[in-house]
């Protein structure tokens, strides 16, 4: 059995299965990631901020995955064969190796959508890896040591104007870890720069912040931001993002930055669709109630799955959230192995508890059982959530140490930069390589 993908989906499914197969030996489960650790991805603002230790957001796989019948194996997927039942990937030694399956699990889950705008991969940083959360939190605190010395003025207000584009989840939460952070250390390290010199805009194409909930909470959650500096402009699209300034809208207005943080869409991977199975636009997998796709042997979870959700009155499918996730990964080890054994699948039901985001400052929004909750009590609520969901007892101690002593002593603007030349990772050094060629069915 192979898995595809390190995410909630593929490695929750991997774990339910191991749990379920413990007492048998008929059954193998290799799963394939590109690093050899799960991120814990609704944390990953506060690794910008400098709220939570980057080691604490992640879990390594080997630890998660350790009773005997799983193997995780570190290596970049590149093709499906259907037909052969084989996938192709790109191990740590440069070289390809071809892993045949009876039964795969698609759950590749997405990657950074730009739309096509101009400028946005050579010129904005995004929020989907941990590269990206290290890359931005060094950009802020670049841009902030720049201004502390910069005589022109209207340079200084381009370095200190940050620009968040999409209004979601992700978005929301990271414009809101920004602010804190940049007010938290502006007053100790920083007394050149005056208090609301820094700057921030929130664009969404959209009419509203957070669609995904009620208006309202969008409502309170935008007029939170512009109380603590952001300009929220709605259906606003991004034109161009420019090494030095970034254009909007219809009327191309040009907005001087250094920092445009890019949040503002994500798509499958687009694995999925050239393997050849049926997708639906966005280049999904269709599947079915059970999670099978058109093809018998597959099964398709997470972001790049579209699975169907009876109980929708408008016919859409379920969410692609961690929420859904944790639930679809439940359902599908159970269909995996009734297919095994003959028995017959059932289909993936879930109807979600609630919703919540944080918007930095000890401040939330968030839709509980149909109560509808903001402020510290949804902060509370939403750290509380994400806070269960940590994976392992070692990391929530580690997480909520990391919350108390940021509590207590607040974050340094310190720079984490790393010359990958000099420790023999970059195009004139050498890879560790894998110790052995691997084939699951051999």
């Known amino acids: 059995m192979l898995i595809l993908g390190g995410g909630f989906a593929g490695v929750l499914t991997a774990q339910e299965l191991e749990k379920r197969t413990r007492r048998r030996d008929d059954v193998e489960i290799w799963l394939v990631n590109r690093e050899n650790f799960m991120l814990f991805t609704p944390l990953l603002p506060e690794v910008c901020s400098g709220t939570l230790e980057a080691r604490h957001c992640v879990s390594a796989l080997r630890a998660m995955l350790k009773k005997g019948s799983s193997w995780p194996l570190t290596a970049t997927v590149q093709r499906i064969d259907l037909e052969a039942q084989v996938v192709t990937v790109l191990g740590g030694d440069d070289e390809q190796h071809r892993l045949g399956f009876d039964t795969l699990v698609i759950a590749l889950g997405g990657e950074t959508s730009t739309f096509g705008i101009p400028g946005i991969h050579e010129y904005a940083v995004g929020m989907k890896t941990l590269a990206d959360a290290f890359a931005l939190r060094n950009r802020v605190i670049e841009m902030l040591e720049r201004a502390d010395l910069e005589p022109d003025p209207a340079e200084r207000q381009a370095q200190l104007t940050f620009v968040v584009g999409g209004a979601g989840f992700s978005g929301v939460q990271t414009a809101g870890e920004i ?21 921030g805009y929130l ?240």
């Not at 679809?328 to 699948?345: S, T, V």
């Not at 969901?389 to 070692?394: A, L």
């Open 179 to 199: 602010e804190d952070f940049i007010r938290k250390v502006r007053r100790r390290y920083y007394p050149a720069i005056a208090e609301g010199q820094a700057k």
């Open 203 to 442: 664009i969404e194409l959209n009419d509203r912040v957070l669609r995904e909930m009620p208006a309202e909470m969008g409502e309170y959650a935008a007029r939170n931001l512009a109380s603590r500096g952001y300009e929220v402009l709605l259906g606003t699209p991004i034109k161009e993002v420019r090494e030095d300034a970034v254009v909007i809208g219809a009327e191309r207005r040009e907005i001087p930055t250094r920092t445009v943080i890019w949040t503002g869409g994500v798509r499958p991977s687009p694995l999925v669709a050239q393997s050849g199975l049926e997708c639906d636009r966005g280049g999904r997998a269709i599947t079915q109630p059970t999670m099978q796709t058109s093809h018998p042997a597959i099964f398709a979870i997470g972001d790049c799955a579209s699975i169907p959700n009876p109980e929708d009155p408008d016919g859409r499918p379920h969410a692609p959230t961690a929420q859904n996730a944790v639930r679809e990964a439940r359902r599908l080890a159970q269909n995996i192995l009734a297919r095994i054994d003959g028995r017959p699948m059932q289909a993936f039901r879930y109807s979600p508890l609630g919703t919540l985001a944080s918007i930095g400052h000890h401040t939330g929004v968030g839709v509980v059982f149909g109560v509808r909750v903001r402020g510290l009590l949804a902060w509370f609520m939403w750290r509380g959530y994400y806070w269960t969901r940590v994976p392992g007892f070692n990391r929530k101690m580690r997480v909520a140490l990391d919350w108390l002593l940021a509590a207590l002593f607040g974050t340094d603007p310190v720079q984490l930069k790393v010359d990958y030349d000099a420790v023999g990772m970059g195009p004139s050094g050498k890879r560790r390589p894998t110790p052995r060629r691997i084939d699951p069915r051999a």
